[in-house]
């Protein structure tokens, strides 16, 4: 489902921090997508996409390094190089930086750190989206990001099947914590109490 502008331009008019989020009926499908993958898989597909904002943000301020490091650390730390805390600092920086630059870039350097996130949870995978199409609203305005934010969803869908289908034929090494496909998807579970939320208040 494409995205309706409709939907924004209320927040963008009253230039929201976000403009997305798990209610915006054009992410429905991607949703539905990040609830069925394995925690490996969304690692791999945030660090994946994450490298089109760092790059757009890099080329718009070529000296701001923390969120290109928060990306490294957090790699690291999937393959069990690094341990949380240092990746964690890392990200935290990311998002310090984010506060330090215009709303575009800050939404690019706050969607670099929740991909990041995504190796300690799912639930942050959705922070890149969030803030990736965010920042390209703001940059792009309102009557000319229809098409493109349509394409980076669309974008966002076939890197996840490509990552659904490589993620565990790659040779590489696994943090422990990533190796448990025991644990529930945490995105799945998050999404299906908070439907159970709002159902209970309908019957009600």
């Known amino acids: 489902m494409g995205v309706d502008i409709r939907s924004i331009e209320s927040k963008y008019k009253k230039g929201n921090k976000l403009l997305f989020s798990r209610d915006s009926e054009c992410l ?56 949380m805390p ?30 990041g996130a995504t190796v300690h949870v ?10 990736e199409l965010t920042g390209m609203v703001y940059d792009a305005g309102l009557d000319q990001c229809g098409q493109m934010i349509d394409e980076r969803i669309g974008y966002y869908i076939v890197r996840l099947r490509h990552w659904r289908e490589h993620t565990d034929t790659l040779d590489v090494t696994w943090a422990e914590f990533l190796l448990d496909d025991t644990r529930p998807n945490k995105e799945k579970v998050w999404n299906e109490r908070r439907r159970n939320r709002l159902n209970g208040r309908v019957r009600q």
């Open 86 to 115: 240092q990746a964690k600092r890392a990200i935290l920086d990311a998002h310090a930086a984010a506060k330090e630059l215009g709303r575009v870039c800050g939404a690019y350097a706050h969607a670099i750190g929740h991909a």
């Open 28 to 83: 429905r499908d991607l949703i539905r997508l990040i609830e069925e993958q394995s925690h490996r898989t969304l690692v791999m597909w945030a660090l994946d996409c994450a490298q089109i904002p760092l790059a757009v943000l890099e080329e718009r301020c070529p000296d701001e390094r923390r969120p290109r490091r928060a990306l490294t650390l957090c790699e690291s730390w999937a393959r069990g190089m690094v341990k």
């Open 122 to 131: 799912e639930t942050h995978a959705l922070g890149l989206v969030f803030y």
